[in-house]
């Protein structure tokens, strides 16, 4: 998919008039999707890019287009490096009606090999100093598999990019990004962007447009 086709954008406005209506979420997209017709990754887009106005804008409110240099980060490590990682890999990355990018990387059913993910943040880094961030901190999912190896990587190449911070490994990062009261949030996990008390910033989108300047798929051009 590198454009919306006329189909789609109906299935997009059916979609998200049903959900502004309170129907139930998977039935509704099953209801849609069927209707229209669309492949795996169409449905992939609508059920992570369509969002009711409301929802939008509550996010849109949350989200900064630039920090301040000398602002302090905290990073939803997993999502963000997958999220460039996925691009890297060629997979689709769309900008959601909320104004993040994200991606359908799941329905691959694959995960990011591990010289895409190093890669990503190396990527990542040299986006967050052009930032000039105070302190800089990732949080990593302890049970996803060689977590402290990636974890030693970044806090190594922190220091290397002279950026102060580490990586740490925790069972909850989500925990922790919700419950954060200083500094701003990197993530487009929309349920962290609902329940955090902080401001969120897209380090994905500002990686990705930093260093390919992509022409993203919008689901605001739909409206």
Do not use: W
């Given at each position: 998919?590198?454009?919306?086709?006329?189909?789609?954008?109906?299935?997009?406005?059916?979609?998200?008039?049903?959900?502004?209506?309170?129907?139930?979420?998977?039935?509704?997209?099953?209801?849609?999707?069927?209707?229209?017709?669309?492949?795996?990754?169409?449905?992939?887009?609508?059920?992570?890019?369509?969002?009711?106005?409301?929802?939008?804008?509550?996010?849109?409110?949350?989200?900064?287009?630039?920090?301040?240099?000398?602002?302090?980060?905290?990073?939803?490590?997993y999502n963000v490096i997958r999220t460039?990682?996925?691009?890297?890999?060629?997979?689709?990355?769309?900008?959601?009606?909320?104004?993040?990018?994200?991606?359908?990387?799941?329905?691959?059913?694959?995960?990011?090999?591990?010289?895409?993910?190093f890669r990503a943040v190396d990527l990542?880094?040299?986006?967050?100093?052009?930032?000039?961030?105070?302190?800089?901190?990732?949080?990593?999912?302890?049970?996803?598999?060689?977590?402290?190896?990636?974890?030693?990587?970044?806090?190594?190449?922190?220091?290397?990019?002279?950026?102060?911070?580490?990586?740490?490994?925790?069972?909850?990062?989500?925990?922790?990004?919700?419950?954060?009261?200083?500094?701003?949030?990197?993530?487009?996990?929309?349920?962290?962007?609902?329940?955090?008390?902080?401001?969120?910033?897209?380090?994905?989108?500002?990686?990705?447009?930093?260093?390919?300047?992509?022409?993203?798929?919008?689901?605001?051009d739909s409206t």
């Amino acid at each position: 998919m590198n454009k919306l086709s006329g189909q789609f954008i109906s299935a997009i406005h059916d979609y998200q008039y049903l959900m502004e209506r309170h129907y139930a979420e998977k039935s509704t997209l099953k209801l849609v999707s069927d209707r229209y017709a669309l492949s795996g990754e169409e449905r992939s887009v609508l059920f992570r890019g369509v969002i009711t106005k409301e929802v939008v804008k509550k996010r849109k409110n949350k989200l900064i287009a630039r920090p301040e240099s000398g602002s302090s980060f905290i990073i939803d490590g997993y999502n963000v490096i997958r999220t460039v990682g996925s691009y890297l890999t060629g997979n689709l990355v769309f900008v959601a009606m909320d104004g993040f990018i994200r991606d359908v990387s799941e329905i691959h059913k694959k995960s990011v090999k591990d010289d895409i993910v190093f890669r990503a943040v190396d990527l990542i880094l040299v986006t967050l100093k052009s930032l000039q961030p105070i302190n800089v901190l990732f949080y990593l999912d302890m049970p996803v598999s060689k977590s402290g190896e990636l974890a030693d990587y970044i806090s190594r190449s922190l220091s290397s990019q002279e950026l102060t911070g580490n990586a740490e490994t925790v069972h909850s990062p989500d925990h922790h990004l919700k419950k954060a009261e200083m500094g701003i949030v990197c993530t487009s996990d929309s349920v962290i962007i609902d329940e955090c008390h902080l401001s969120v910033f897209d380090l994905a989108r500002r990686t990705l447009d930093l260093h390919f300047s992509p022409e993203f798929i919008c689901l605001t051009d739909s409206t």
